[in-house]
Each structure stands twice: as C-alpha cells, then as structure tokens.
C-alpha cells in the first residue's frame, strides 16, 4: 500500500497539485462556513456533509476527469483472433494520441465480458469482464501520432459469444 501511495504522488503533475489544493481550500472554506452557522445545528450538519463529499468526490471525479481530457487517446482494434492451437486470445489494434501532449508511457487493460440476448445484462457485463489483462507500452508517442500493440489473453477457453474491451491511461 505505501508503495502504491508513494507512486501516485510522484506521477502526479503540476495541475494534480492545483487541483487537489482547490479542493483542500473549498473544503475549508465549507467548513469555515459550518462553524459560522454552528447555532443552526440542521445548516452546520448538513455543511459538514457537504464539505466531506467535495474532499472526497471532488478529488476522485476531478482527478478522472482532467486525465481524462489532458491525455485523450483512440484505440482502433485492428484484429481480434481466438488461436487455434494454443488457448489464446489475440488483440492486434493502434493507440492514437489525440491530446496536445506527449505520451511516454501508456497502460493499456483488455477485458473479455460475456454477450447475452438480456439488453439490461449487456449493459451491466462490460464492467464485469471474465478475463483480463495488461500491458505497458513504453514508446514516445508525439500528438497526432499512433503506436501499434499486440495483447495476448491466455489461457482462452470461451466459446460462446464474446466482446473485448480495450482501454487505455496514458502519462
């Protein structure tokens, strides 16, 4: 766990740090303002909660949405193919870097999930793969530019019908 902390925090850039301090500043302000209103129990309780659920949602919404805009990508899956002669799944497709900035390394997670004729478990089974697996690609990839890769799911014994999610976080 201290490991995975520890990583975090020297991944982050300078807009983590600004908006985590945002956060930590609205938070305070909130709670500044609970202790104005601390004779109207109902208004300071109800500002306490409020100043918890932007130090916690806040930074996790926030920190995935700007992310998600500061390093947008395209996956195109060129190929996906159940080999015959070994239990394996092949992934063959292109990231994109569409963002303005340069990519140095990209993890990319595939996931097999089951299709089924029920359209509200269709809905519900892209988030619950059966399979998965990752990858790291360490390329330089400039804007505008793309990178192949291969994903290999193994051991690969489904023979129903299946569909594959690709997907990509990119620094």
Known sequence: MKTQILHFIDRMLPYDYLLFGGIIVVFILILALAIVFRHKLAVAIILVLI???VLTAGSVVGYAMMHHYLFKNN?????V????????????????????RVFHECTLTAGVHKVTHN???DR??????FQKTD????????PGQAASFKLFIEPFRYTHDYNITVKADCR
Request: hydrophobic content about 40%.
């Open 135 to 142: 990858m790291n690609v360490h390329e330089k990839i400039t």
């Open 51 to 53: 100043a918890f659920g």
């Open 119 to 121: 359209r509200y478990l």
């Open 75 to 79: 996956i195109a899956l060129k190929e």
């Open 124 to 129: 519900v089974y892209p988030y619950l793969p």
């Open 81 to 100: 193919k159940a080999l015959e002669f070994t239990e394996a799944l092949l992934i063959k497709g292109e990231i994109n870097n569409t963002s303005k």
